[in-house]
């Protein structure tokens, strides 16, 4: 089964992914990310370095991107439309769209390989492409376009949408070198939160995402908050129809 966390950045979801990861391996099913995943049959294990970690997933999946391009041409030419619709910078879109290829295949292998009773907990995937496509651009978001994005994208088994209050995200922000280089030369932090915002209440709404969606508000840092939504993660997951298939309880 195929858990993905998405939400706007500085939101709170990686925190969160390893607190949830930590009590799924307490309750029974085995847990795993995508780059252990896909990693562990060539004997390596994740890398600490994320543009290495990338370099590596680049290589290992090249094969699979050519198969992923023919069969889902008309998505990618979608989404190639809409990321070079005036966006920020144009290496910035390149980027970016390396990015939401490379979720998008990982995405094929996940549902092509999992296993039965298994919890692949997977941090900013197909759906958080969103973010990638819709955020980082003058161009107006428009509500047909996230509509288009969701019925087409493929689909988690399950969705985990993380909010935390605008003032909470820009905070953070500014608190974190590396998202202060992406925002502040452009002087759009405000700008891209609100879009950010925008872009994930309207998919958030739409029909087939709202199916298989758990919003969680983490309305403070604090441990208490985070233990808390936690929990109501983790009953959320085990409490899945494939998961209660394989007799795991919730204690």
Known sequence: MIVEFTGCTASGKTTLV????????????ETITPVEFLMRPFGLKPFANPTLQNIILDVLLLPLLIISLRKNFKLYVFLLKTLFRKPDSFLGAVNRCRSV????????????????GQVVIVDEGVIHSAHN?????????????????SDSVPLPDLLVCVNAPKDTIL????????????FEPKNKMKEYIERAFFTFEKLCSTDKIKQRLLVVDLHDDSKEELSKQADKVVRFILENPRIQKTKITVK
Do not use: W
């Not at 995405?107 to 390989?113: D, I, W």
């Not at 905070?171 to 992406?182: A, C, G, I, P």
């Open 171 to 182: 905070n953070r922000t500014l608190s974190r070198k590396e998202l202060r280089q992406v």
């Open 18 to 29: 390893a607190k949830v990861i930590e009590r799924l391996c307490y309750h029974g099913p």
């Open 133 to 149: 496509i819709f955020v980082y651009s003058d161009f107006p978001i428009l509500s047909k376009d996230i509509k288009t994005f």
């Open 101 to 116: 290829i490379r979720k998008m295949v990982i995405n094929e292998v996940l549902v092509k390989h999992s296993q039965n």
